[in-house]
């Protein structure tokens, strides 16, 4: 690929009838210090020489037997990849206005009037392949970018599916800690030949407010401050103050436990 300081190793084609003019440009590329150049003098062969060939510039007569330039680029544009440029410098011994706003809407870049100025021929080469080259390095840039947003999003959503397997274990933990403490009570209701009594709490949980309850209910659900906060509109240090009522009412020592009281009176 080349680059603004690599411009010499530029692939050009030249589209021409007339063998003299081929000599001419090819002679006069060489001496500007370009190597890599194809000359079809057929325009019918234009097509496929430029899907062979790459080329990064394109030099085209527009006046020629069998098939004209503009003919030409109507059959090149489908070979530009979307979202590329290829710049075509049309060449031409005469050009209307009406030629040239056709030649410009077919794909044409720029044109350069037949006698040729070869140091106006120069100065316009090097212009499009600076261009061309300019493109192609913001190709690659997008195209890295591109690769490093995929490579993060997939990051991110590994990392999120991770969250959520780790918070359904945690769930399925208090579920199993709500299973086995009713289990117990049962237990001792039956050793001690009397009902089964009321999991304590149940008046303390009567006493919470309906936003402690709320809050009781995501802290079963194994959330954080900061979601309970998104979930119920409210900031993180509401949800801290709410945390710090609902275990005090609820006479145990910790978050977990209060969610683990939640998930036995069937908060979930």
């Not at 206005?97 to 077919?106: G, P, V």
């Not at 021929?121 to 690769?147: F, K, P, S, V, Y």
């Amino acid at each position: 690929m080349i680059g603004p300081d690599t411009l010499s190793a530029a692939r050009i084609l030249i589209v021409d009838d007339q063998e003299s003019i081929v000599a001419m440009l090819t002679a006069l590329l060489r001496q500007a210090g370009y190597s890599t150049i194809k000359a079809v003098t057929d325009p019918r062969a234009a097509a496929a020489a430029f899907a062979e060939f790459a080329p990064d510039l394109v030099l085209l007569d527009l006046v020629m037997p069998h098939l004209d330039g503009f003919g030409v680029m109507a059959q090149l544009r489908p070979l530009v990849p979307a979202g590329g440029f290829v710049p075509i410098l049309v060449l031409t011994a005469e050009l209307t206005s009406e030629a040239k706003r056709q030649a410009l809407a077919d794909g044409a870049t720029d044109f350069l009037t037949k006698p040729l100025d070869t140091t106006e021929a120069r100065l316009r080469i090097r212009n499009l392949l600076h261009t061309r080259a300019l493109h192609l390095g913001l190709q690659d840039q997008n195209a890295r970018l591109e690769a490093m947003v995929r490579e993060r999003t997939q990051a991110l959503t590994e990392r999120t599916q991770e969250v959520e397997a780790a918070r359904a274990e945690v769930l399925e933990l208090y579920r199993e800690l709500a299973k086995r403490n009713q289990e117990l009570h049962e237990l001792v209701a039956r050793l001690t030949a009397q009902p089964a009594a009321p999991a304590p709490g149940d008046a303390a949980l009567e006493r919470l407010t309906p936003r402690e309850h709320e809050v009781l209910r995501c802290l079963a659900q194994g959330q954080t401050n900061a979601e309970i906060a998104a979930a119920l509109v409210v900031s993180v240090a509401t949800v801290k103050f709410h945390v710090e009522h609902i275990i005090a009412k609820l006479g145990v020592a910790s978050r977990t436990q209060a969610a683990l009281r939640a998930v036995e009176r069937g908060f979930l």
